[in-house]
């Protein structure tokens, strides 16, 4: 029996609808915003935790010891999934890795930024292996020091590798295997050390790594970020030790200048430009969620296709978990005479998914195009660039309700994994161990579906807020306008929503 | 009074240790029956069941033992209901095997996958059944194979046999890790030597 988890109720979709259509009715009325206040806090100044801040910025060891700690579970994880139990629930393999990580990712954004980066055991283990250390400055003769390949320059690999990603979980089913699962998180780990060995900087962060290119396009949303406490230190220093690093510290690994940084997409939060600064002038900051995403963020193509694959899969992931999807795998698999694990219909079925999206956000593109003023002299490229910034917030708000769903009903029994990791022993979940899982829910429902809708809301604000501020800044277009902008980001919005609203597959 | 206390607690430590007795018998024998004699025939044997749904029909397989080991007997029992109506399919089903190696069926890469045919099992009772006995461990593919009409249905379970191979793909990769680290660093001690060779060419 197929279990699943019940939909948003419609009290919601009533709640969601009615406000959508007041904001599209009052993005319609307004004017094109002139500018946009910049609301920050460096977490260095706050009362009572401003001291922790400061310690945190400037001192290795907490880092380190995180470091440590995440590569030793790592460690677990390959352990459990070469040579513990093939039974999934049973086995701290997938359990941490496909119930806890990969749902939990999403929402560590949202309170972290980019944190997951600095300590990410994929890099840290290819950094041990290559350099011989953790954080400082090494003169290891196990890298090359090699230009990154211009093919290699645009976050298209990262994009590529996206796909994979998805492909393997979704239609190979490596989440059901923790032999495989193993199997590809040394994958990544020889991937990351390749490029570390042959590169300069970090290409395997910057230009490779799908779940890097995740957090850094979805950290331009989070309400924290390293950054400058004052930007006059920055003006003034000529120096720029956050880039080239110091005598102690590596350089930044992705080539970014603290004192310019507009978007956060690139940088890792390793730490190195805040331990170098002569002025001690980095650290966490407390920022407006959005202004990177509305005003500050450049476009460029190789991001904007990045965001829209990225939004398509999200849609892909919760599509494939409806009820109707494996009639359509059937009925796709008949006509082609697909059988055995309808690799094929599957394949098609997740092509089908990325292009459809960025297919129809093409079209509303082409639209705004042929009304604007500046149709004539603006190419299609910027304005496709310049608003795929509007389907970020789209993405991130649904992958968070959608994610919410998976991380609070579907618990395991994290006692049992830590004590038997590799599930020595067990038998496979009963029928009634399932339901049991299935019921016992982290938090009510109700609060689930209040931050479900809480969530949806908020993405659907931020689109219209990106397309109001990115179409009047840079084509110099508001109110009527906007409309087949607008048009797009409704559309998706209900769409997603109405997903929510479908019972959605279990997991276990 | 006091021998009365002293009566009591004896009767429950004698109620506790029986409790505690039994309890250990429970984990022994399953339904009355000893442990070590269960096997794929035994009406509750440790099992691994997969549900899945293909086309009109809704399919249950269950594998027993859970962990089948080499030249040990087990058995796939497969329930295949129509999803509609609930009534129970009544052709008979082929049962194949496959190897499932990596990259099996790959074109350039891997051999060409031969399905091996083990049976052919009418309905009894609801379930086709259908026994097997494997002499080498490894990963296998169970091919359930039956025709509705003119509609061809093909299910494949994943069937593995003794414990997975731990080295394999991951032996290779942390070979060619090893061997990529190895190459880069003499690659570089070389380009280090050229370069003061080059240095002191010059300040001569």
Known sequence: MTMTHPGLPLFWVVIIVTAMLAIIIWALMTKAPVSYEKKELSLTKVPFIGGVFRYLSVQTLPLLILKVLVAFVFIVIVTAGLWGTPIVERNIATSITWNLWWAGIVVAILFSGSAWCAICPWDNIATCLVEHRLWRRSNSHTRLHLKVPVILRSVWPASLLFIGFTWLELGVGIVSSPYATAVLAVLMVVLATTCLALYEGKAFCRYMCPVGRTV????????????????????????????????????CPTKLVMGRLQENTYCTACGNCSQSCPSKNIAWQLRSPSYEVMVSARPHTDE??????????????????????????????????????????????????????????????????????????????????????????????????????????????????????????????????????????????SVLFSLQGVFMLAGFFIAVQVVRYRGGRLFSMAGKKLLPMLTFVLLVTLFNVWMLVQPMTMRM | MKSNKVKRIFVLLQCLFFLIASHSSLAHHVLGRPSYSLNEDSNTPPSMAIETQIGDY?????????????????????????????????????????DDKLFSGWPLLGD????????????????????????????????????????PYEIDFPLQVGKAPAVGPIGFLLGLLILLLVSVNLVQRKRIARSKFQKEKNST
């Open chain 2, 58 to 98: 809704f399919v249950t397989y269950m594998i027993f033992p859970a962990f089948p080991k080499p030249s040990e007997p087990g058995r796939v029992n497969l329930y295949v209901t129509r999803i509609d109506d609930g009534s129970i399919l009544s052709v008979p089903v082929s049962f194949y095997v496959l």
């Open chain 1, 304 to 445: 904007a296709c990045f965001m829209l694959i990225l939004f398509s899969l999200t849609v892909f992931h919760g599509f494939t978990m409806l009820d109707s999807w494996p009639d359509m795998m059937s009925a796709m698999a008949r006509s082609f005479g697909d059988s055995g694990k309808l690799l094929i219909s599957f394949s098609v079925g997740l092509v089908a998914c990325i292009m459809v999206p960025s297919l129809i956000y093409g079209f509303f593109v082409l639209l705004s195009k042929k009304i604007s003023v500046d149709a004539t002299r603006t190419n299609y490229s910027h304005f496709f660039s310049g608003f795929s910034f509007s389907v970020l917030p789209l993405a991130f708000s649904y992958h968070m309700a959608h994610n919410f769903g998976h991380f609070f009903r579907e618990r395991n029994n994290w006692s049992e994994l830590i004590t038997n990791p590799l599930g020595v022993g067990a038998q496979p979940l009963s029928m009634a161990e399932k339901h049991a899982r299935h019921m016992d829910m982290m938090i009510p429902e």
């Open chain 1, 216 to 251: 850094g396009a979805y950290s331009q949303l989070s309400p924290v970020a390293l950054r400058p406490i004052d930007l006059d230190v920055c003006r003034s220093c000529t120096s720029l030790e956050c880039y080239h690093g110091s005598d102690l510290i590596a350089p």
């Open chain 2, 112 to 151: 060409p996958v031969v399905p091996e045919k083990i049976g052919v099992q009418n309905v009894d009772d609801g379930i086709f059944r259908q026994g097997f006995v494997f002499k080498e461990r490894g990963s296998y593919i169970i091919r359930a194979y039956f025709e509705v009409g003119d509609e």
